[in-house]
């Protein structure tokens, strides 16, 4: 991961936008109408009013070739990047190709603060956190759309679209509700897959160990005032222990369609996954198996120059089965769960310039609802699971959640200022209403030199999981309450041509969060509100452009290094914790990029993690005691040589073969060797 790394071109402009709102209801179950053209279509209608009074905004500074220039949005309105006061993390393109990863969470694992727990390898199934926080409290989002799963945080990283089809991957580090809406309690994770300027064809083919298979191929093209791209993803491996082989695809589609009267952008995907789940849940029934299925469209449109209106729509439909005993199930089982969870949103966000600064305002609705023959409350009928014959969901719920947003931004010389607040109304909250409100400050010191400070409060609602699972180990809980945070931090940036720096601190005080927890190991797991946890983290990141320095042909291109550090104290501390505790205490990442002879290249990368809290460990299917998680250090390589059209590569990761676990009892990969070839076909008419 390369941190604040931007490519020296307007074509790079950042926007972590995120307009999939949240809201409303879909399906006739519920017997519930849904009326949620309305907002857009009175939107639109505003919108040929403005055209006939746009003017040019003057505070959209746009400067090729100048880093603080970029406009970034981490606020409700865009910004330039000199202006925020926000620490947002960038993977760009170049860096996802020469990064010796094949898989989204492979490839997060670099990134300042965030925590990467894997069941399953190459994007079968991973926890994603950041600075502490559990994996239900990051929210993640698709080309700014809200993708995160109301049923379990498990399944929020299933996305529609393969690794190699990223553009790319924009992070958010600390709460964002009052920007992205419930859910962004600690960090939020924009996917980007923007249709390219350029009309190609792209072949990429990658085998390895473990008979790993990845086939991916994409088109761009445009077509009059349409640019379009569309992605194709086969991929599958025997695993590399006793059931953990895989096999996925996904197709997907995203197009943009560009007219005076603004940009009108589609994407549409589908993604299949069905694989063993050795231990995934616990490590008593080792044999498990499960398939999930995601859904997803979305539309959104931007218009105005005077006033700026993105209004959007998306659906996400996310199918699960899952089987304790893939095959040879013990005589008590009664059979597999099956999981529905569909979601349906809108949202508009606008703003405006003036000599006072940006202002911005937006409203966002969401409906989420569940069916399953575990979660939920009692049908009055069952409804038939699609695609599975004899199948029946038994319980459901659904809610929904309103949110008004509103923002300034004034800049007053060197100093910068934007304050805002979500209001927040959530049907399962007894329709009260919320609010939470945030401020973000910086001040230049010098041109390249920055001082920042922001405090924001979040929530998070319970996940569906959360609120109704019962199994063999454990036991969910229906009155649990949202969980709150309040998060001050502060720090310091540095910018030059060569050298990028970035130094903070942070401290969150979270009430009312959401754990699984038990006294002892003869009871259940159950969840519970936590009364109180409060975190300390700090965070340094450094990247060194070498040649900047010293001279362009020098054979050591880039030097990075990230270090987080994060220290948990809570309140109650007579349970044993499954999830809050066992945050990362120390992650050390560093790269090194470097040319080796003419095309060929390399990229190094070195991770080193300890973290706190216990698992329960297993041996031979039984429990035999608390353990402490054990540090390790895993080093990554990948050997490329590349021209414009070609580029073949060996990667390794797990160089050392070191044998580690990051999550409960499931044994990590070892060292893993795999090959790959691209070659872009160019399409021009």
């Not at 990064?99 to 492979?106: C, K, M």
């Not at 298979?213 to 222990?241: E, H, M, P, T």
């Not at 996925?248 to 369609?257: E, K, P, V, W």
């Amino acid at each position: 991961m390369k941190k604040l790394s931007f490519k020296h071109s307007w074509a790079t402009k950042l926007v972590f936008k995120r307009w999939g709102g949240q809201k409303y209801s879909l399906f006739q179950a519920l017997n519930r109408q849904v009326r949620i053209g309305v907002l857009a279509v009175a939107y639109f209608m505003v919108t040929g009013i403005n055209d006939a009074i746009a003017q040019p905004d003057s505070l959209e500074v746009k400067m090729e070739y100048d880093l603080d220039e970029i406009e970034v949005s981490a606020q409700r309105a865009p910004v330039t990047y000199s202006q925020v006061a926000r620490i947002i993390s960038v993977i760009e393109k170049d860096q996802i190709e020469a990064a010796p990863v094949n898989s989204i969470q492979d490839l997060l694992e670099y990134a300042l603060s965030v925590d990467i727990r894997q069941r399953g390898t190459h994007g079968v199934q991973a926890d994603v956190s950041v600075r502490g926080g559990s994996f239900d409290q990051t929210l993640i989002l698709l080309n700014g759309i809200n993708l995160s799963d109301p049923q379990t945080g498990h399944h929020s990283l299933n996305l529609p679209v393969s690794f190699k089809s990223i553009k790319r991957i924009e992070i958010l580090e600390g709460p964002g509700a009052r920007i992205y809406g419930p859910n962004a309690f600690s960090g939020a994770i924009n996917i980007v897959t923007e249709p390219d300027d350029n009309d190609q064809a792209i072949l990429d083919v990658t085998y390895g160990e473990h008979q790993l298979r990845d086939i991916n191929v994409s088109a761009n093209k445009q077509i009059g005032k349409l640019q379009s791209f569309v992605a194709f993803n086969n991929k599958a491996s025997d695993g590399y222990i006793d059931n953990t082989d895989f096999k996925s695809s996904n197709i997907f589609y995203h197009g943009a369609l560009k007219s005076d009267a603004g940009k009108l952008e589609l994407q549409a995907g589908f993604s299949n996954k069905q694989f063993g789940a050795n231990s995934f849940y616990t490590p008593k029934y080792p044999n498990q198996f499960e398939e999930t299925k995601t859904s997803f469209a979305s539309l959104k449109f931007e218009t105005g120059e005077k006033v700026h209106f993105t209004p959007a729509l998306y659906w996400r439909r996310h199918q699960d089965r899952f089987e304790l005993f893939r095959d040879s199930p013990a005589s008590w089982y009664s059979g597999h769960n099956y999981h529905m969870t569909d979601i349906l949103g809108t949202s508009i966000n606008s703003w405006f310039a003036s000599d006072l600064g940006k202002t911005a305002f937006g409203a966002e609705f969401r409906s989420e609802n569940i069916w399953s023959n575990v979660l939920g409350e009692d049908l009055d009928e069952p409804i038939d699971v699609p695609g599975e014959d004899g199948q029946q969901f038994t319980k459901s719920h659904s809610r929904t959640t309103t949110s008004f947003f509103a923002e300034h931004t004034f800049y007053l010389g060197k100093f910068t200022a934007s304050g805002g607040a979500m209001a927040n109304w959530i049907s399962d909250l007894n329709f009260d209403w919320n609010i939470y409100p945030g401020v973000d400050l910086s001040y230049m010191l010098t041109e390249k030199l920055k001082l920042y400070g922001s405090f924001n409060k979040s929530l998070r609602m319970p996940t569906f999981t959360d609120l109704y699972y019962s199994g063999p180990t454990n036991q969910g809980n229906p009155n649990l309450k949202p969980e709150r945070s309040t998060t001050i931090e502060g720090g310091v940036k540095l910018n030059n041509r060569y050298l990028h720096l970035q130094t903070g601190y942070y401290h969150r005080v979270g009430k009312d969060l959401i754990d699984w927890v038990r006294e002892s190991e003869e009871f259940l797991w159950e969840t519970r509100n936590l009364t109180e946890i409060k975190s300390d983290g700090f965070e340094f990141t450094g990247a060194l452009f070498v040649p900047e320095l010293i001279d362009a042909s020098f054979f050591l291109k880039k030097i990075n290094v990230n270090y987080s550090y994060n220290s948990l104290n809570r309140s109650q501390s007579e349970f044993l914790s499954n999830y809050a505790l066992d945050n990362l205490k120390h992650k050390l990442v560093i790269s090194i990029d470097h040319k080796i002879w003419k095309n060929l290249f390399a990229s190094w990368n070195y991770r080193f993690q300890e973290r706190n809290g216990t698992y329960t460990k297993f041996e031979n299917k039984e429990p035999v005691g608390e353990a402490n998680y054990e540090a390790f250090g895993l080093t990554d390589l990948k050997v490329y040589w590349k021209t414009p059209r070609l580029m073949l590569s060996a990667s390794a990761t797990n160089l050392f073969d070191k044998e580690y676990v990051d999550l409960g009892n499931i044994l990590q990969p070892g060292r893993w060797i795999s090959f790959g070839v691209k070659y872009q076909i160019g399409l021009n008419q």
